[in-house]
């Protein structure tokens, strides 16, 4: 058992591992997010959701690293990740972005297998533990059965589910997902976000998602973080906190708020007609 399966290492739910302090971050010298702060609760599921174009990508790739800050810092652990060497940090923390480049005809396996890499080094080759994580990640994400295919052949919603596999074969204590449920058919957007509720709840990991589905994303995040213009307007933690009136200020429609028929949570119906725009 790898010491991230073992379900005594779930921390407390006031733990914060990863966070953002008054960060600035954008593309050539316009800032796309100004004064955003973040703590990422560790071992919870943390869903960024937000209007396209608000930033919850950028706010990604800043925490992530994939992107280096204007102003403003992200730690881990305390430390500042732009300044953590490349690998010790991507065995801490792992990143799905949005439009991962996919190097031309790779297996699954060996695509997979890629989340490995920061596990080795000139004196610890390829094992048979690195073998079992790539398996396991395979099968947790039903990946397993097109091992041998070129991810060139899958389809949309199978080849992401072979990067997530990837990302899950890292075992990294965070995992940061950019639209993990894009392309997924209904089964399988519910069976990878079980898996991503699962590896928090059991396995201690910490999950941020940015996700597109608001009611997906209260029913399975512990937290709902809600971005416009770059900046955080709101944060709904637990998510049956969110309400109308946040969603009206975000999105800019109006929503109906009804029970959940068997949890009682809030599910939001978006009112034909509703632009409040
Ligand atoms: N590589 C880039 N170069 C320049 N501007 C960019 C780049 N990527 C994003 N932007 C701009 O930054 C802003 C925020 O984009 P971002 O992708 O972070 O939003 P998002 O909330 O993730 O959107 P979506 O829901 O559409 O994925 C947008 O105005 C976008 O045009």
């Known amino acids: 058992?790898?010491?991230?399966?073992?379900?005594?290492?779930?921390p407390?739910?006031?733990?914060?591992?990863?966070?953002?302090e008054d960060l600035a971050a954008g593309y050539g010298r316009?800032?796309?997010?100004?004064?955003?702060?973040?703590?990422?609760?560790?071992?919870?599921?943390?869903a960024l959701v937000g209007p396209?174009?608000?930033?919850?990508s950028t706010l990604l790739s800043a925490m992530s690293r994939l992107l280096a800050p204007m102003r403003g810092v992200v730690t881990l652990d305390g430390k500042a990740i732009h300044r953590m060497p490349t690998k010790a940090l991507a065995r801490e923390l792992g990143i799905l972005p949005?439009?991962?480049l996919q190097p031309e005809g790779l297996s699954v396996f060996d695509l997979v297998s890629r989340g490995r890499y920061p596990h080795q080094g000139l004196l610890r080759q390829w094992s048979d533990a690195d073998e079992a994580a790539v398996e396991r990640a395979m099968r947790l994400t039903?990946?397993?059965?097109?091992?041998?295919?070129?991810v060139d052949d899958l389809s949309g919603g199978q080849r992401q589910r072979c990067w997530i596999a990837m990302a899950i074969a890292q075992e990294t204590q965070t995992i940061l997902l950019d639209e993990p449920t894009a392309f997924l058919d209904l089964r399988y957007q519910v069976e990878i976000l079980d898996l991503l509720h699962d590896l928090t709840l059991n396995h201690g990991r910490t999950i941020v998602a940015v996700l597109h589905d608001l009611n997906l994303a209260v029913s399975y995040a512990d937290t709902v973080v809600f971005l416009k213009d770059g900046a955080i307007r709101g944060t709904a933690?637990?998510?049956?906190?969110?309400?109308?009136?946040?969603i009206r200020d975000v999105f800019g429609i109006e929503v109906l708020m009804v029970p959940h028929p068997?949890?009682?949570?809030?599910?939001?119906?978006?009112?034909?007609?509703?632009?409040?725009?």
Do not use: W, Y
Request: proline share 14%; hydrophobic share 35%; net charge neutral.
């Open 262 to 277: 068997e949890t009682g949570g809030p599910v939001f119906i978006p009112r034909r007609g509703g632009d409040t725009a």
């Open 30 to 46: 316009h800032a796309v997010l100004d004064g955003v702060s973040l703590d990422v609760a560790a071992g919870r599921f943390t």
């Open 1 to 10: 058992m790898s010491p991230l399966s073992n379900p005594s290492l779930v």
């Open 12 to 20: 407390p739910p006031d733990v914060i591992r990863l966070a953002a």
């Open 52 to 56: 396209n174009g608000s930033g919850k």
């Open 98 to 100: 949005q439009n991962p």
């Open 237 to 246: 933690s637990p998510p049956a906190d969110c309400t109308p009136a946040l």
């Open 142 to 150: 039903g990946t397993l059965e097109f091992a041998r295919r070129p």
